[in-house]
Nanobody, 120 residues
Framework: QVQLVESGGGMVQSGGSLRLSCQAS????????MAWYRQVPGKQRNFVAR???????QLADSVKGRFTAFRDNAENTVYLQMNRLEPEDTAVYYC??????????????WGQGTQVTVSS
């Protein structure tokens, strides 16, 4: 069974940096896009960044110039480097990946989420 395990969240002061990581494990045949979303309690989950298998990335306008995303295909891992963090970045960050598991078709998977808190 495929699992996405996130790590790297925590508390940081405004202007600081954090790096999130998310590793996929299980009977994986292939991984297409890997992405990051974030959610504040009571609000919808919003797109932050996407990394295609080729390494091409897309970022939400709100994080361009501050966040970068990249992946290590050999390790089935995606990263989110967050610099110049602002209190508005406070949220639970979720990893998402489109994965083909042995004996299955392509499916969308979510991690359990990791909390990022930025204090002013």
């Amino acid at each position: 069974q495929v699992q996405l395990v996130e790590s790297g969240g925590g508390m940081v002061q405004s202007g600081g940096s954090l790096r999130l990581s998310c590793q996929a494990s299980g009977s994986i045949m292939a991984i297409n896009d890997m992405a990051w979303y974030r959610q504040v309690p009571g609000k919808q989950r919003n797109f932050v960044a996407r990394v295609q298998h080729s390494g091409a990335t897309q970022l939400a306008d709100s994080v361009k110039g501050r966040f970068t995303a990249f992946r290590d295909n050999a390790e089935n891992t995606v990263y989110l480097q967050m610099n110049r963090l602002e209190p508005e970045d406070t949220a639970v960050y979720y990893c998402n990946a489109n994965i083909r598991e042995v004996g299955h078709s392509w499916e969308n998977h979510w991690g359990q989420g990791t909390q990022v808190t930025v204090s002013s």
